[in-house]
């Protein structure tokens, strides 16, 4: 058996990664809870072991790049897992009451992936439970699941947004 490949660098989104590069890397698909460990084995898409190897910490994005001691690129997939998937009734509600679906998920700190149309989170049924009685649409998925970092969380790296100016995250 090969010995075991080990990445101890995670580039988030690849930033200054050629295109190129990032198209040709192999994959490691991974749920959220093996991406919020900075620790953890896995197996990339051409079957060989990883050994990740990251700072105390670190929280693992679909879309970044892992970089291996060998050189090699390992481009993250976040994994489909079961979630929640949160919308507002459309018959009887309005978009509002998915922002205080989040303060309510928001005040029992639980990771939640914000969309403009949707909430998610993972399954549980006392929160469903609340948040339909909140008259809010909770439907089981299995789909990719991508919570908030916080206000003190996420990559901690500066970077541009579209609008053009850069915004350092990091204070």
Known sequence: MPDMLHATRCIPQGQGLAPVLLNRAAT??????QRQKSRFDCEDSQGRRIGVFLP????????DM???QDGSLLKVVAAPQPVLRIT?????GSAFDLLRAAYHLGNRHVPIELQPDHLKIEPD???????RQM?????EAREPFEPEAGAYGGHGHAHAHAHGHP????H
């Open 125 to 131: 049924h006392v929160l469903a439970d609340m948040l």
């Open 88 to 92: 507002h009734c459309r018959e009887h």
């Open 66 to 68: 892992l970089l291996a």
């Open 167 to 170: 915004h350092d995250h990091s």
């Open 135 to 139: 008259h809010l649409v909770v439907q």
């Open 56 to 63: 105390r910490g670190t929280v693992v994005r679909g879309g």
């Open 28 to 33: 490691v698909t991974l749920d959220w809870d």
